[in-house]
C-alpha cells in the first residue's frame, strides 16, 4: 500500500508544472525547507556540507539544524552527522529494527508498568540524543506522561546515560569534549566533565542509571541499557516517576524488578535476528 502512494504520489509529481519562487519568499523558511530535502534524499547531513549548501556560514547552518532537532525532523549520530529523525517518518538506527524493538519490548514494559505502577519508557540513543520509542503509562493520577517521539539529551535522560556509560572514554571525549561537540552545543563545560565522567564509572559499577530532575522539573527516573546477543547495546528502558514517589519506589526495590524485566527482555532480543541498522 506504502509503495503504492507512493509511486501514485512521483507520477503526480512529474506531471506537475515546475512550481516558481514566491515573490515574497522567506530565506530562512527556504532554507530550513532545503535541509529537509538533503536529509530526505541523502539520508545524512555534515554540518560544514549543509553550510555549502546553502551558501551561509555554519554558525546560520547550525541554528537552522539545530530548530530541525528540536522539532524531530533531524538527530545526530556517532560522527555528528544529522540523519532523518522521528517527525520525517523514519527510524535514526533502523526504521524497521526500532519498529521490532518495541514490539518485543512492550509486553515486558506492560508487565513493569504493572509491578511498580509508574510509567515506563523505552528509547535509544544517535548520537548524543536519545529518542522516546514507546511509552507505558501508570494509572496515577499524578504521573509522567507519554514521551513518545520525544528526543532528549542523552548526557541528562537516565536511559541516554545507561547507555553512554557503556562507550569508549575516546568516544565520550568526541561526543562532549570535541570541537564538533562545540559547534553543536552539546559540549561539557570543564567545570562539570570530570563530574560526568565519574557519574558515568558509577553508572557502570551499578548497572543503572538515575535522573534527577535532569530533564524536567519535578521528575525523577531510573534506568537500565538494553543488550543483543552479542552484548551491544541496542537501546534503554526506564521507569519515570514524580520526583515525591521515587525514594519510596527505590527502597521498595525497583533496581531489582527492573534488573528481572532485562533479564527476560534480553532474552527476547538475543532470540530475535534484526539488528540495529
Given at each position: 500500500?506504502?509503495?503504492?502512494?507512493?509511486?501514485?504520489?512521483?507520477?503526480?509529481?512529474?506531471?506537475?508544472?515546475?512550481?516558481?519562487?514566491?515573490?515574497?519568499?522567506?530565506?530562512?523558511?527556504?532554507?530550513?525547507?532545503?535541509?529537509?530535502?538533503?536529509?530526505?534524499?541523502?539520508?545524512?547531513?555534515?554540518?560544514?556540507?549543509?553550510?555549502?549548501?546553502?551558501?551561509?556560514?555554519?554558525?546560520?547552518?547550525?541554528?537552522?539544524?539545530?530548530?530541525?532537532?528540536?522539532?524531530?525532523?533531524?538527530?545526530?549520530?556517532?560522527?555528528?552527522?544529522?540523519?532523518?529523525?522521528?517527525?520525517?517518518?523514519?527510524?535514526?538506527?533502523?526504521?524497521?529494527?526500532?519498529?521490532?524493538?518495541?514490539?518485543?519490548?512492550?509486553?515486558?514494559?506492560?508487565?513493569?508498568?504493572?509491578?511498580?505502577?509508574?510509567?515506563?519508557?523505552?528509547?535509544?540513543?544517535?548520537?548524543?540524543?536519545?529518542?522516546?520509542?514507546?511509552?507505558?503509562?501508570?494509572?496515577?493520577?499524578?504521573?509522567?506522561?507519554?514521551?513518545?517521539?520525544?528526543?532528549?539529551?542523552?548526557?541528562?535522560?537516565?536511559?541516554?546515560?545507561?547507555?553512554?556509560?557503556?562507550?569508549?572514554?575516546?568516544?565520550?571525549d568526541q561526543l562532549f569534549r570535541s570541537q564538533n561537540a562545540e559547534i553543536g552545543g552539546d559540549s561539557i563545560p570543564d567545570a562539570e566533565y570530570a563530574a560526568f565522567l565519574r557519574e558515568l564509572e558509577?553508572?557502570?559499577?551499578?548497572?543503572?542509571?538515575?535522573?534527577?530532575?535532569?530533564?524536567?522539573?519535578?521528575?525523577?527516573?531510573?534506568?537500565?541499557?538494553?543488550?543483543?546477543?552479542?552484548?551491544?547495546?541496542?537501546?534503554?528502558?526506564?521507569?519515570?516517576?514524580?520526583?515525591?514517589?521515587?525514594?519510596?519506589?527505590?527502597?521498595?526495590?525497583?533496581?531489582g524488578v527492573m534488573l528481572e524485566t532485562r533479564r527476560q527482555l534480553e532474552i527476547d532480543i538475543a532470540a530475535n535476528p534484526a539488528e540495529p541498522g
Open positions: 500500500m506504502v509503495a503504492t502512494v507512493g509511486k501514485l504520489y512521483n507520477s503526480a509529481m512529474q506531471k506537475l508544472p515546475l512550481q516558481k519562487k514566491p515573490t515574497y519568499s522567506i530565506e530562512a523558511v527556504d532554507n530550513a525547507l532545503q535541509l529537509l530535502q538533503l536529509l530526505r534524499d541523502g539520508g545524512s547531513l555534515r554540518l560544514k556540507d549543509a553550510a555549502n549548501e546553502l551558501g551561509v556560514a555554519p554558525s546560520t547552518a547550525h541554528r537552522l539544524l539545530a530548530m530541525l532537532v528540536y522539532r524531530g525532523f533531524a538527530v545526530q549520530d556517532e560522527s555528528r552527522r544529522y540523519v532523518p529523525g522521528p517527525a520525517m517518518g523514519a527510524g535514526p538506527a533502523g526504521l524497521s529494527w526500532t519498529r521490532l524493538l518495541r514490539e518485543v519490548a512492550r509486553p515486558h514494559m506492560e508487565l513493569l508498568c504493572s509491578r511498580v505502577n509508574e510509567t515506563v519508557n523505552l528509547m535509544i540513543r544517535v548520537g548524543t540524543k536519545v529518542r522516546f520509542l514507546d511509552t507505558v503509562e501508570s494509572t496515577n493520577v499524578l504521573r509522567v506522561g507519554d514521551r513518545q517521539g520525544t528526543v532528549l539529551p542523552a548526557d541528562k535522560a537516565s536511559g541516554g546515560k545507561a547507555m553512554l556509560a557503556e562507550l569508549d572514554p575516546a568516544m565520550i558509577t553508572v557502570r559499577s551499578n548497572g543503572f542509571a538515575a535522573n534527577f530532575e535532569g530533564t524536567e522539573e519535578g521528575i525523577s527516573a531510573l534506568g537500565m541499557a538494553l543488550h543483543n546477543g552479542k552484548g551491544e547495546v541496542v537501546g534503554a528502558f526506564s521507569v519515570a516517576t514524580p520526583v515525591a514517589r521515587f525514594r519510596r519506589l527505590f527502597d521498595a526495590g525497583l533496581v
